[in-house]
Each structure stands twice: as structure tokens, then as C-alpha cells.
């Protein structure tokens, strides 16, 4: 089964800073890896979308990396903003007879502060 | 408007009781999600549906069932609530599921079992 890991699970952060946030997965014949961002009492919104041929994805500040190999994703996020603060989820769609099913890792709470 | 609604957003409810979430979409898709979200932990597939006449049961069906009663419409039961089913239930939609394929998510209901 696909476990989905995120590291670390919470970050505080000043405004401004660059910052990381990691995702692992056990399975690597994923179909896609997607990152989503969560803001309380809202659901999910799709932020970055990568693949399972793609190596990295790009929005505005945000940069999304894929290595199946090691089982692992990076969301880069540039200069932070405090509009930033939300908990961000990742999530592996599987392939085959999981076709079509997410799984998500606990997300990454994050507090960007002025 | 929304593309996917959910109804209600809060439900508090009595063990024992029966309970049943709505969610409707408008944006045409023929699949359909349930997950539940626990605090501090990923979302976890409950059932999902790639056509009216086709639902599969997800990783944690037990306890609840569905029902498509059309295109835009999957709703979700607890036929017998209890109180490890208080949790953030949030309704989703795909398309033709390909590799650039992301799901669409309702602003989810909260759900409290007393």
C-alpha cells in the first residue's frame, strides 16, 4: 500500500523567507504527484500537478520537483508572504488497479508571520 | 458558484442516528469522491464512483455507504452514526482521470457524533 509522508509537519517562518517542504512516497509507479493547499473551513485547491514524466512544475512562486526514483517531491515556495499560511497537502495517485485513488500525506502546517 | 457543494456544512448528530451528506457538482465529471480528514492526518479515501453505475468501496468503507443518483450527485450515509465518525468529510470530482487529471474539492462537512 502507498504511504505518503510529509516532513516537517509544521514550519513558522518570517516573511520573505524561501522555504522548503518535503514529501515521500513508498510506491514509486505513481501516475501523478499533486500538491494542494488547505485553508481552514475551505476544502482542497489543486496547486502544482507533476506528472509521472515530468521532473519539476512551476506557478508563479511555487516550484513543484518530482524524483520517482528516490520516492520524493519538493514544494519550493519564494518569498513568503503571510497569505501564504495554510496547511499543504501532497498526494500520490496510484496506478493500475489504484487508478484514479489520491493518497495523501498529513500536510505541513504553515504560518508565515509579518 | 461553487463547482462542488456540500450539504450540510456542520451536522452534529447522536450515536445511533442515521446521517446523510450530500454533494452535488456542476462541472460535468464523471467521477466522484468521498474522503474523511481526522485531525493531524491525511484524507482517506471512503468511496468513489467513475460512472453512475460504478462505486467502489476505498480504504475505509466500513460504517458507510453511497449512492449516485445521478451524474451530479453522490451522497454519502451513515446508517448508524458513531462517535470515531466525527470527522471533516469532503466530496471530490475528476474527469477522465489522465495523467494531468487533478480532483475538484467541496468546502467539506463537519461532522461531530455525540
Known amino acids: 500500500k502507498q504511504e505518503v509522508t510529509q516532513i516537517p509537519a509544521a514550519l513558522s517562518v518570517p516573511e520573505g523567507e524561501n522555504l522548503v517542504l518535503n514529501c515521500s512516497f513508498t510506491?514509486?509507479?505513481?501516475?501523478?504527484l499533486q500538491w494542494f493547499r488547505q485553508d481552514p473551513g475551505k476544502g482542497l485547491t489543486s496547486l502544482l500537478l507533476?506528472?509521472?514524466?515530468?521532473r519539476e512544475q512551476t506557478s508563479g512562486r511555487l516550484n513543484a520537483s518530482l524524483d520517482k526514483s528516490s520516492g520524493r517531491s519538493t514544494l519550493y515556495i519564494a518569498a513568503s508572504q503571510p497569505g501564504d499560511s495554510a496547511t499543504y497537502l501532497c498526494a500520490a495517485r496510484g496506478r493500475g488497479s489504484t487508478l484514479g485513488r489520491l493518497y495523501f500525506g498529513r500536510g505541513t502546517q504553515l504560518t508565515v508571520w509579518p | 458558484d461553487a463547482d462542488v457543494t456540500q450539504t450540510p456544512r456542520n451536522r452534529i448528530t447522536k450515536t445511533g442516528k442515521r446521517i446523510m451528506l450530500e454533494c452535488s457538482q456542476t462541472k460535468g465529471h464523471d467521477r466522484m469522491y468521498w474522503y474523511r480528514q481526522d485531525p493531524g492526518l491525511g484524507l482517506r479515501l471512503i468511496y468513489y464512483?467513475?460512472?453512475?453505475?460504478?462505486?467502489n468501496k476505498g480504504e475505509i468503507s466500513d460504517g458507510y455507504s453511497v449512492s449516485r443518483q445521478a451524474q451530479a450527485k453522490f451522497s454519502l450515509s451513515l446508517e448508524s452514526a458513531i462517535p470515531n465518525q466525527t470527522a471533516l468529510y469532503f466530496c471530490?470530482?475528476?474527469?477522465?482521470?489522465?495523467?494531468?487529471?487533478?480532483?475538484?474539492f467541496g468546502p467539506g462537512t463537519r461532522l461531530t457524533v455525540l
Open positions: 471530490a470530482t475528476s474527469g477522465t482521470g489522465g495523467p494531468g487529471d487533478t480532483q475538484y
Open positions: 510506491d514509486s509507479a505513481i501516475y501523478n
Open positions: 464512483s467513475f460512472d453512475v453505475k460504478d462505486i
Open positions: 507533476i506528472q509521472s514524466s515530468q
